[in-house]
């Protein structure tokens, strides 16, 4: 069997660059790189509703903004499935076999879901259902036979917590038929988290410091010119810090040698830049000028994809239909192997009632 991925995203929103840089880019290239057999890409909605419970409206109308976005960054429907989670009914009922694979203080004690559950002050009203979060990841690893999963640093707690219940669930029914997954992290240190254009660790729709692969060339701009940079640089000949600079940040993750002759000619590598800002004599306003110019050659190919697929939505509703079609067809394969090796495929098991005739013949 071939290497088979299963990725996706929360349709909480339109995606961002940290999307963009942590994920989408590795996944077009992924797509093209001919190493994977199937990929399948998950609008996962049923899990977005674990904290959005009630308020399923954001959800439902976000769900076709992730689609254009995907769309728009390269992803080819020829080349990968891509499905809403919702719609693959057989997941539920591979998270209901799965809860009876791990306890409730191993939930308790994944620091991804610690951290998620104070982030969103569930402390005291905590819904089982994000509880169970890790439980639900798990279905949609395994139904489809992913054995590549790409994931940031921090939800590594999360596949680990994957593998347990794959080889718990292998060892318990003497079989191999779930696949036990390896993470895919991005190579680019930068592109793991990229940080919000106020500094803040973390790019949040929630927090208002994102640029979005949908703003315009008038928002990435007025974004770009608003970012934060060295507070201590407050004159031009005064040396500046790389550390903490969300500008040589961003710098670090988009910008290419070639951008440096179009768009800043007085340098011809980022680490000349760098070298200038830091003994003195280089402005914010240039630094950011530039990285105006490098956003916008990036997200020039994105916004063009965009706006003709939001042309054509009948055209994006039926690839999430025939993607959905696909990944059913295989969650319901995989959930027949497991049911076989669970023995309670009690219809097809034709020894079962041969065994219950002999039993009662005597």
Not at 76 to 81: A, I, Q, S
Not at 177 to 198: F, H, K, M, S
Not at 320 to 333: D, P, S, Y
Request: aromatic fraction near 10%; charged fraction near 30%; hydrophobic fraction near 35%.
């Amino acid at each position: 069997m071939g290497k088979i991925i299963l990725t996706g995203d929360r349709p909480t929103g339109r995606l961002h660059l940290g999307h963009y840089v942590g994920s989408l880019k590795e996944r077009v290239r992924l797509q093209n790189s001919g190493e994977f057999e199937k990929i399948f890409i998950m609008i996962a909605d049923a899990q977005a509703l674990t904290d959005n419970f009630d308020n399923p409206e954001k959800i439902r109308e976000n769900i076709i903004e992730v689609a254009l976005d995907y769309l728009a960054a390269g992803l080819d429907p020829e080349k990968v499935n891509i499905f809403i989670q919702s719609q693959v009914q057989e997941l539920t009922e591979f998270t209901f076999y799965y809860m009876n694979m791990v306890t409730l203080a191993r939930l308790e004690r994944n620091p991804t879901v610690k951290q998620e559950i104070v982030l969103r002050n569930f402390e005291n009203s905590l819904p089982m259902g994000f509880l169970t979060y890790p439980v639900s990841q798990t279905a949609d690893i395994t139904a489809f036979k992913a054995d590549t999963v790409p994931v940031g640093e921090d939800q590594l707690p999360m596949l680990e917590q994957a593998r347990e219940i794959v080889r718990k669930f292998n060892f318990t029914y003497n079989t191999d038929v779930l696949v036990e997954p390896e993470a895919l992290i991005p190579q680019n240190e930068t592109c793991r988290r990229l940080p919000g254009t106020d500094g803040k660790a973390k790019m949040s729709k929630s927090l208002g410091n994102c640029i979005y692969l949908a703003d315009t060339e008038e928002d990435v701009q007025k974004k770009v010119m608003s970012m934060f940079t060295d507070p201590d640089h407050l004159k031009v000949s005064d040396p500046g810090k790389l550390e903490g600079n969300t500008v040589f940040t961003y710098l670090d993750a988009f910008c290419k040698d070639e951008y440096f002759a179009e768009y800043c000619p007085d340098y011809s590598t980022l680490d000349e830049m760098k070298a200038h800002y830091q003994r003195g004599g280089l402005g914010d306003v240039k630094v950011k000028r530039f990285l105006n110019s490098v956003l916008q050659e990036e997200l020039a190919p994105i916004r063009e994809r965009r706006a003709k697929w939001q042309q054509d939505i009948p055209g994006v509703y039926e690839i999430l239909k025939k993607g959905t079609e696909v990944a059913r067809a295989e969650a319901k394969t995989t959930l027949e192997d497991m049911k076989r090796a669970m023995k309670i495929n009690y219809f097809e098991d034709g020894a079962l009632m041969q065994s219950h005739i002999d039993k009662y013949a005597k």
